[in-house]
């Protein structure tokens, strides 16, 4: 097959199509499993508890049922599981039914697929992560979080008080139920921002006589920059860059670049014609290994992805928001989503994962509380202990409870803390990670019970907010390691390649392209508490730039861009254009002032005499009086006769 364009069919066709051969894979598996009768095709049931939907603890967070399996079962019946039951995240259990390890659709993906293992003949327990670290339903829900997002987790078991796993915490599904508080939260600020901004152009130049308005007009602009909804742009960098293959190419292929570039999607590209650039024909996650590949018994060394993929997949814009980018995922039930420019570039795939994390960032910025310097970072425990109040209650309110410090629990294992001193690097962070990724490569050190950090105790996750403003006025905040400078930099450097300043520009009377000044020329700067501005170049630099911001009370790094000569030039053509815009803009402005006709000359109304006439030799000004003198005099006339006749 040379190519997958469907000119005869819609695209949603090809989708519905695609849709009822999972269905039938689906259901040719629930038959062979009936069949089989090895294990039973229901899940773990949730165990009600005394706490369940106790707030502020992760069973107010609602589980998810957990699939269990045993540790003999193959991977090939496990794939038919996962596939039937439709989820990407198992857990195992020993002949005890205590939990023993835990793999996910990723796992499958990296280690049988691309290691070139034979899924009906390798055991679960072969590739399975063993001891994996699990929460108590009647742990605190914000150190459950926190807990997830330092170790780069996506799920995490659940077990209830007798050590029985009782469900899986999903951190993206947890998200979304809270996510409209976020955009109620940014439109009410937009509404606030625009109506004081009628104001101020209905007074003019007189609000600046008004000292109280000009600093309300400040306060709200803070508040929607701080809750405006960040786009796409904001989280792509080096780590988005999207990993592509050919129709033409193997399974086995796209499951080995997908570990090479430690991704669970690639996208499959196809040729668009001369001088375009390749187009998608569409994508290839870890989920289509275990449904159409393993679970349907393909050899993934033969198989071409063509005939796995999902054809014409979705896409959006680098403008669309994060949070319309993680609904359209949830709506759609997919976990990556390729990002697109106008002229059909592919120029990034983000998971549901990194948008997640990205909206937690925000949340940090939005209920960062001044002065509390211990917690300067990621912080979202009210805006998750919020999630089972009432909706109409603010995110930004202090009214939260605490969560009960008196509430049962097992006992606390120090190796189930967060070490500040073997952390989790951004290199080391899978998406779609859960508790099966951490430490891949060494043991771990975890019991299957162990349980959570307490509560008051800080979790430095070796990370730290940074802001910035590129050349054309745009701002980025983002989360990177506050103890490595080339990760820092390679960061900043992505984002300001997507910046409108490095575009190739038209030279200003002539039709010749300027080129763009490099984005990779500039040095880092933060300022310090004496005011003065420190180059950064080092790792050190760094994380004296993160210690002066906690010393100050500030909940990130605010850094300084400065550009090389090259900026400096492109500065000044664009003052220049700027200058030629602003002049052309003036004359447009004296034109519309002239009059288009001469103005009327004013001349005020001739006063008109009225003339003097009589009425019967009467003048008009005694006709009247005599008219009621006549009628006075008739009346008494009439009297004197009656009474005379009488």
């Known amino acids: 097959m040379s190519t997958v364009s469907t000119p005869t069919s819609s695209v949603a066709d090809t989708r519905r199509k695609q849709s009822r051969r999972d269905e039938a894979i689906r259901k040719k598996i629930e038959g062979e499993l009936a069949r089989k009768r090895t294990i039973s095709l229901a899940n773990t049931k949730k165990k009600t508890t005394k706490n369940e939907g106790r707030k502020g603890t992760v069973a107010a967070l609602k589980p998810s049922p957990a699939l269990t399996v045993p540790e003999s079962i193959t991977v090939s019946d496990a794939s038919q599981l996962c596939a039937a039951k439709r989820t990407d995240c198992v857990l195992v259990v020993d002949d005890e039914e205590g939990l023993s390890g835990i793999f996910t659709a990723k796992d499958l993906a990296f280690r049988v697929t691309a290691e070139g293992l034979d899924p009906r003949t390798t055991p679960v327990s072969a590739i399975m992560t063993r001891g994996p670290m699990v929460t108590r339903d009647t742990t605190s829900a914000t150190d459950a979080l926190q807990l997830m997002v330092s170790r780069g987790f996506r799920h995490l078991p659940v077990c209830n008080e007798d050590g029985n796993v009782v469900g899986l915490l999903d951190i993206t599904k947890v998200f979304h139920e809270a996510l409209e508080k976020v955009e109620r939260s940014s439109s009410a600020s937009q509404k606030l921002y625009n109506a004081l901004e009628g104001v101020q152009s209905e007074l003019g130049a007189n609000i600046a006589a008004n000292p109280q308005a000009v600093a309300m007009l400040a306060y709200v602009e803070a508040l929607r920059d701080k809750t405006a909804l960040p786009d796409l742009t904001t989280v792509m960098d080096s780590r988005t860059r999207p990993a592509m293959v050919s129709p033409k190419s193997t399974v086995r292929d796209a499951a080995k670049l997908m570990k090479e570039n430690r991704t669970t999607s690639v996208c499959v590209m196809e040729n668009a014609g001369p001088g375009l650039p390749p187009r998608i024909a569409g994508i290839f996650t870890s989920k289509d290994i275990v449904l159409r590949v393993i679970a349907a018994g393909l050899e993934p060394g033969r198989c071409s992805v063509v005939r796995v993929m999902t054809p014409h997949p979705d896409v959006a814009p680098p403008t669309m928001t994060v949070h319309d980018a993680l609904k359209k995922m949830y709506t759609g039930h997919y976990l990556n989503l390729p990002v697109v420019e106008d002229d059909g570039r592919l120029v990034a795939i983000v998971d549901v994962l990194k948008l997640t994390y990205a909206t937690l960032e925000q949340m940090s910025a939005m209920s960062a509380q001044a002065g509390d310097e211990e917690h300067a970072g990621p912080m979202w425990g009210k805006f998750f202990d919020s999630i089972a109040q009432d909706d109409n209650e603010s995110v930004m309110s202090g009214s939260n409870l605490p969560p009960d410090p008196n509430s049962p629990g097992l006992p606390r294992s120090p190796s189930a803390m967060p070490n500040p001193h073997h952390s989790i690097t951004i290199s080391e962070v899978y998406p779609h990670d859960s508790a099966s990724v951490v430490d891949e490569d060494a043991p771990t050190q975890n019991g299957a019970m162990s349980a959570l950090a307490p509560a008051d105790v800080f979790v430095d996750d070796g990370t730290y907010v940074f802001k910035f403003r590129t050349p054309s006025g745009r701002t980025h905040r983002f989360q990177a390691r506050h103890d490595n400078y080339e990760n820092l930099r390679e960061i900043v450097t992505g984002k300001l390649a997507l910046d409108p300043f490095f575009l190739p520009k038209v030279s200003i009377g002539s039709d010749e392209t300027v080129p763009p000044p490099s984005h990779e020329d500039f040095a880092l700067m933060y300022m310090d508490s004496e005011g003065d501005s420190v180059t950064i170049t080092a790792d050190h630099d760094v994380t004296d730039a993160v210690r002066v911001a906690r010393a100050s009370k500030q909940d990130r790094v605010m850094l300084i ?81 009656s009474r005379i006749t009488k």
């Open 561 to 641: 861009i400065q550009g090389g000569q090259g900026w400096e030039a492109g500065s000044a053509e664009g003052e220049k254009e700027a200058k030629v815009q602003a002049q052309a803009a003036l004359e447009v402005v004296k034109e519309l002032e002239k009059p288009d006709v001469e103005p009327v000359p004013f001349v005020p109304p001739s006063v008109l005499a009225l003339a003097d006439d009589k009425v019967l030799g009467i003048p008009r000004d005694l006709l009247l009086p005599a008219s009621v003198g006549a009628l006075a005099v008739a009346i008494i006339g009439v009297f004197i006769i």
